[in-house]
């Protein structure tokens, strides 16, 4: 019994989601050698010539020639982030740390060059506030010997602000680019180990770091940590809090239709038919980045139900195959006869069974819900961005909550 081969019930969710057509959102690159917006039909430019400079240049950088036998390779590490009233200083303080990450990864790698990229989200009121915070950034980059740029778009997504990276960096033609989210904490060297992973992988593979959930004080975080590990909430492949992709990849810039960057990843680069379906998906165990689990009641209800639809359409738009593939062995292992049994000697305990056949009601209800506006002609128009209120990262292990 699977999703996948059920084609009406596929063809009826695919109707049930027509995202309306709206319009490119408004880029605009901030060069740190300046501090000066640059205009968008010069953006390119802009950022060429400021993630070809010497870390230790601060005047406006000429033209630079990115072929030049002598240039060390390019890595580029993005962090998306969002605008909010209550964000500010811990938005900062994140950042900050970063830079600091990314300082000890230049260190520890000498044989490649290092660009941190920002890109901050808001509406078009809040544009003079996402600069101010760019240039705030560019400031503590500067200060650490980094090569820093940033970016404003009127508008709230993380798909969109990666693709605008993703065509930078292949611009630029950047080995890898690694994104980071600003709520999570990176473990020392975790960006060290990760980029030697994808290194030594090459190839288009999605490489990515080893989440460990931390509970926040209020109990729903306590409760939805609880759960996940009594789901097996999927974490078997890279997500998109610590990731490296190559830009280069024909299977990139993610579509419009889609609002979630790793869910993408994981379906567009699973291999059903392959002996590992998994082979270009590498979770890595040492490099490791800590995250906060859900926030408000109200919050974590709309973020679960984001993630819902998200799956629905990704399983109802891919091949037959490679939906059955993450529909048994990723979305419902161990619910038997729904998804793959637990491998031995591992048992599913009637609680672990209880609460997973809960999780697939509620997939279900929200499948319903498609079907239903695809038969009768009324799709979702829009899956609104659940983020949420509170975006900080967790303390460094010895302050975080057991």
Request: charge should be positive; glycine fraction near 6%.
């Amino acid at each position: 019994m699977s999703y996948a081969p059920w084609s009406w019930a596929r063809k009826l969710v695919a109707a049930g989601y027509q995202p309306a057509a709206v319009l490119q959102p408004r880029t605009t690159w901030i060069v740190a050698t300046d501090i000066s917006p640059a205009d968008t039909a010069l953006a390119d430019t802009a950022l060429a010539d400021t993630a070809l400079a010497d870390t230790a240049t601060t005047d406006a950088v000429g033209a630079a020639d990115a072929s030049a036998a002598d240039v060390l390779p390019l890595v580029a590490i993005f962090c998306p982030t969002v605008v909010t009233s209550e964000n500010a200083s811990d938005q900062q303080e994140a950042l900050e740390r970063l830079a600091d990450r990314v300082r000890d990864l230049q260190s520890a790698r000498p044989d490649r060059r290092f660009v941190l990229w920002l890109g901050v989200q808001g509406e078009a009121l809040e544009r003079g506030e996402c600069e101010r915070r760019v240039r705030d950034a560019s400031r503590a980059c500067a200060g650490r010997g980094l090569v820093f740029a940033g970016f404003v778009q009127d508008r709230v997504g993380k798909v969109p602000s990666l693709n605008v990276a993703l065509k930078a960096a292949a611009r630029l033609r950047a080995s890898a680019l690694i994104q980071v989210d600003d709520d999570v904490y990176l473990d020392a060297g975790c960006l060290e180990i990760l980029l030697r992973a994808y290194d030594a992988r090459s190839g288009e593979a999605a490489v990515g770091a080893t989440k460990i959930p931390v509970r926040r004080s209020m109990r729903t975080s306590g409760a939805l940590r609880w759960l996940r590990g009594q789901t097996g909430h999927a974490c078997a492949y890279p997500h998109g809090c610590c990731i490296a992709l190559n830009p280069h990849s024909a299977r990139f810039p993610i579509p419009e239709r889609y609002n979630t960057d790793d869910g993408y990843i994981c379906f567009r680069w699973l291999r059903p038919a392959a002996a590992d379906p998994l082979c270009d998906l590498m979770v890595v165990p040492d490099a490791t980045c800590r995250y906060f689990v859900g926030g408000a009641p109200g919050e974590s209800a709309w973020r679960i139900r984001r993630m819902l639809l998200d799956i629905h359409v990704l399983l109802a738009d891919f091949p037959r195959a490679t939906s059955e593939y993450y529909f048994r062995h990723l979305l419902f292992p161990g619910l038997w006869p729904i998804g793959i049994p637990e491998p031995a000697p591992a048992r599913t305990s009637p609680l672990r069974w209880t609460l997973r056949f809960v999780y697939f009601l509620m997939f279900s209800a929200v499948g319903v819900e498609l079907m239903v506006r695809g038969l009768f002609g009324r799709p979702l128009k829009r899956i609104h961005w659940a983020g949420l209120a509170q975006r900080d990262a967790p303390a460094p292990p010895a302050a975080v909550l057991p």
